[in-house]
């Protein structure tokens, strides 16, 4: 677990509409990255190429590389359901499969996969539960629906079933943008838990989320209207907000625009 991201000269294109421009990025193992900047700027796109879930729309296709620990997951012969099962995600807005119990939300993953031992079921369950700071919270209510839960508990179920099938990164569109305060602390202090044992990339147009929670930081702009998104600046988050390289950083994180 935990491999290391490389994003090179990544152009992502949805048929003739050029939406992100020559990106490139290095996202560490165990640490977390955070994507800012405005709405429109392409850091959900950026994200979701990260495991080619931008390719479920159509006409999607990129130039250059992401590789996974130096491997690169648009090979030829390389599979993208595979490459969805190794670089999970976690979607803006809670997703349980809603006729599922809370347990079967947690191991859909490796049902689809063939796992049909009960015992190894019931364990990476509780193993993923834990891993979400969620068992304590639902370990007595185990067959009822997941979509009777909170908000913020429904996330953390969804966090608990991409960590079911053990992926190496883990990606966040915006994980607590539908969340309450209280929920969306609880979400963050997770964040925290999991990167000891995960690659994590969050997008979040909460700026204060991105410096409580992200080792590094990266700034995406659109250059003007019709135009691509690009990679402005990538850094240390403590530098990033404190001292960034570019003008445009620093106007956007002080909320001057965005």
């Known amino acids: 677990m935990a491999k290391r991201l490389d994003v090179k000269n990544l152009d992502i294109y949805y048929g003739d509409f050029h939406a992100v421009d020559s990106v ?37 296709r990129v130039d250059g590389s992401v590789l996974l620990d130096g491997e690169d ?32 939300n ?45 908000g913020g508990q429904q996330q953390r179920l969804c966090i608990a079933r991409s ?25 963050e202090d997770l964040i925290t838990e999991l990167k000891q044992d995960y690659t994590i990339v969050i997008v979040t147009h909460n700026m204060q989320q991105a410096a409580r929670v992200s080792d590094q930081t990266a700034f995406f702009n659109l250059a003007g209207v019709g135009q691509p998104g690009r990679l402005v600046e990538v850094g240390d988050t403590p530098k990033m907000f404190a001292n960034p390289d570019e003008k445009a950083t620093e106007d956007y994180i002080s909320g001057r625009f965005g």
């Open 163 to 187: 960590i079911a099938v053990q992926p190496d990164v883990l990606l966040m569109d915006e994980p607590c943008s539908a969340l309450d305060p209280i929920s969306t602390l609880a979400v």
């Open 73 to 104: 997951i648009y090979g030829s012969n390389v599979d993208p359901v595979s490459v969805r099962r190794t670089i999970g995600m976690v979607f803006q807005r809670p997703n349980p499969f809603p006729t599922m119990s809370i347990r079967d």
């Open 24 to 60: 490139s990025l290095a996202v560490n193992p165990r640490s977390v990255t955070a994507l800012i900047g405005p709405s429109g700027c392409g850091k959900s796109t950026v994200l979701r190429s990260l495991n080619r879930m931008h390719e479920v729309i159509p006409g999607a």
């Open 106 to 150: 947690v191991v859909a993953g490796l049902r689809l996969q063939g796992v049909k031992d009960k015992k190894r079921l019931a364990d990476v369950a509780e193993r993923s539960l834990r891993g979400a700071n969620l068992w304590n919270e639902v370990k007595d209510r185990l067959d009822k629906p997941g979509a009777g839960l909170s």
